[in-house]
């Protein structure tokens, strides 16, 4: 594995929470181009465990207070934050004057400043910057696009997009941040409603002109002191499509969209999950289901990290593409307190 190795690039991760350690981490297995060469973490005895199975260098551990050293480090070409939103700003600016690439977690940052400095900062160091819109390389989502670009479904007008699940913040540790704002930056919209905002955008292949909102929280619910629950908004894209979007932190879990077109609807049902998804299309002649070869969507992100550095590319999913989404949710967030149409 000496020569494969030779030409992956090395990855230093950056918090060993929930994602990292159930999802990204065994996906580099996968990878053509990535390996993990470096962890940082705030528990030593984690870190150590996790070293040794990926068979990283004892020496290649961090803790948050030397990460900057990170620096001398050669065999990390690219940092990978999977800390909670408030913290991506941070990280991001030290991972660049460290001299490194840097993927990012989605959401961005919980403000339009922190993702202008993420990617001022990179540019700065001439490094690259990538977004974690895992949905964006995963093999239904891209076919569903190529689908929608070749005009299967006639003219698009209309479509539709949930994302929502049931956040336990005392039984789920991973969940605990995502109801404190200044950690999350807000609530389900920033988690998993950014999802069915990031899919509004790529299938049409446009960008909103305005948004409405509602902000249906209910605030006796002790989960939802400081962050939003149920949020339903629309965006207008200048084609002429209504995207009707929701997202919710106290529904049975849904992670779907439709796509309405003049001749048939695309359906995406799991859409946005880790695995399994379904595509179903439906014309006058019925309905008809989609086989495809799922793939694995975590090392096809990665390896396209990897291959931006290695070929000097812009990632397709760049700081200004998670700059566009916190931008429009702020926007949403706007229209949910004033109650009016937002131009964006
Ligand atoms: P976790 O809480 O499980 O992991 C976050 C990790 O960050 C912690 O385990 C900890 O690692 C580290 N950390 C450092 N400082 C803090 C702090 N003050 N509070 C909490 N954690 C801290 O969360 P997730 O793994 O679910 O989410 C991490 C990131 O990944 C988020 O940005 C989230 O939005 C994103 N995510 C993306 C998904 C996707 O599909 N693309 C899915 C799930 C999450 P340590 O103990 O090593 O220091």
């Not at 996968?30 to 993990?36: N, P, S, V, Y």
């Not at 528990?43 to 290649?60: H, I, N, Q």
Request: proline content about 4%; charged content about 25%.
């Amino acid at each position: 594995m000496q020569y494969a190795n030779e030409k992956k690039l090395g990855f230093a991760i950056v918090g060993l929470g929930k994602f990292a350690t159930e999802q990204m981490m065994p996906a580099f297995r996968d990878c053509k181009h990535a390996r993990i060469t470096a962890l940082v973490s705030g528990s030593p005895a984690k870190a150590e465990r996790l070293a040794r199975e990926y068979g990283v260098a004892a020496d290649s551990i961090y803790t948050y207070q030397n990460f900057d050293s990170i620096k001398d480090n050669p065999a990390v070409d690219v940092v990978y934050i999977v800390l909670p939103p408030a913290l991506h700003a941070e990280y991001t600016v030290r991972a660049a004057r460290a001299g490194k690439h840097v993927l990012s977690e989605k959401p961005m940052a919980p403000s339009v400043k922190e993702c202008e400095q993420m990617i001022e900062a990179c540019r700065k160091a001439g490094k690259k910057l990538m977004v974690a819109y895992r949905a964006q390389y995963e093999p239904f989502n891209l076919d569903a696009i190529a689908r929608i670009r070749k005009g299967e479904l006639g003219r698009v007008m209309q479509l539709t997009a949930d994302h929502g699940r049931i956040v336990d913040p005392t039984g789920d540790k991973a969940d605990a941040w995502r109801v404190v704002r200044k950690m999350a930056g807000g609530g389900s919209l920033m988690d998993i409603g950014i999802y069915s905002l990031n899919a509004a955008r790529y299938l049409t292949g446009e960008e909103p002109v305005e948004v409405t909102a509602t902000d249906m929280t209910d605030k006796s619910d002790p989960r939802f002191q400081e962050v939003e629950d149920r949020i339903h908004f629309t965006l207008r894209f200048p084609g002429g499509v209504l995207a009707t979007c929701t997202s919710a932190y106290s529904i049975a879990e849904v992670k779907r969209f439709r796509v309405f077109g003049d001749k048939a609807w695309l359906d995406l049902d799991p859409a946005t999950d880790y695995y399994q998804h379904t595509m179903t299309i439906g014309t006058k002649q019925g309905k008809q289901q989609i086989a495809l070869r799922e793939g694995n969507q975590f090392a096809a992100e990665l390896d396209h990290m990897a291959e931006c550095v290695l070929q000097n590319k812009t990632p397709k999913t760049p700081g200004e593409e998670g700059l566009r989404d916190i931008r429009l949710i702020q926007a949403i967030y706007e229209a949910a307190r004033t109650g009016k149409t937002v131009k964006v």
